[in-house]
């Protein structure tokens, strides 16, 4: 099964309101990270927190992280339309491999 | 800088042609390279990866091979397509020691 599931699965909100996306994951972990994917595009990355962080910011982004309940969220505040894309959460499982293990995403609508 | 190309963007294939997806790596040495497929609306499934030339790993037993003939190339292979293998095929890399992955634009590959 998925190491990370998210929810909810999509999301439609009005520019100008927040937009909350939670992640779930069953492993420990070195790493939580958050992509964004445009349609049929590739992935971009937009921020790493690790595992002894509880919280992070960068720009409008905002990310949490409990170990304990093994979850995180990505707030968006201020959502623009240019913000409309799905959203991965990743995780880096605890050792040296490097590699991520993705949740299905959120599919995020923000309405002009 | 760093940047990744993965061609080509689309591709459609008759069932049981062979297939040959090419990724190259510019700026960087010895990367760790990815090869990853996501079915429509869904996360990332790891296929291969690789820490160095000649050295690749599966995650998942199917009807793809990969390889890594030189230090930032990475090659997605199959001999015979099936219909199953039908998807969007993303590369991506990492430098050694470092989390964040950075994806190609990837391929849409159609199996008909």
């Known amino acids: 099964s998925q190491q990370g599931e998210e929810d909810p699965q999509a999301l439609s909100i009005q520019e100008g309101e927040n937009a909350t996306m939670n992640c779930s994951y069953k492993?420990?972990?070195?790493?939580l990270q958050w992509y964004r994917q445009n349609s049929g595009r590739g992935l971009v990355h937009l921020i790493l927190?690790?595992?002894?962080?509880r919280e992070k910011h960068s720009g409008r982004l905002r990310v949490t992280l409990d170990t304990s309940k093994k979850s995180s969220s990505l707030l968006i505040t201020a959502s623009r339309a240019a913000d409309t894309a799905s959203y991965f959460c990743?995780?880096?499982?605890?050792?040296?491999?490097?590699?991520?293990?993705f949740g299905q995403g959120t599919t995020l609508q923000v309405k002009p | 800088s760093q940047t990744i190309h993965q061609w080509p963007a689309t591709l459609v294939q008759p069932v049981g042609s062979p297939l040959s997806l090419e990724c190259t790596v510019e700026?960087?040495?010895?990367?760790?390279l990815y090869w990853y497929r996501q079915a429509a609306g869904r996360g990332l499934q790891l296929l291969f990866y690789?820490?160095?030339?000649?050295?690749i790993s599966s995650e998942v037993p199917q009807n793809l091979s990969a390889s890594r003939p030189q230090d930032r190339q990475f090659i997605l292979s199959s001999k015979k397509l099936l219909l199953s293998d039908s998807g969007f095929y993303l590369c991506?890399?990492?430098?050694?020691?470092?989390?964040?992955?950075?994806f190609g634009a990837g391929t849409r590959l159609s199996v008909l």
């Open positions: 990743a995780t880096e499982l605890s050792g040296n491999t490097g590699k991520l293990i």
């Open positions: 492993t420990s972990i070195n790493n």
């Open positions: 927190i690790r595992s002894n962080e």
């Open positions: 700026g960087t040495s010895n990367p760790n």
């Open positions: 690789s820490v160095g030339i000649g050295q």
């Open positions: 991506a890399f990492r430098d050694p020691g470092v989390s964040i992955q950075y």
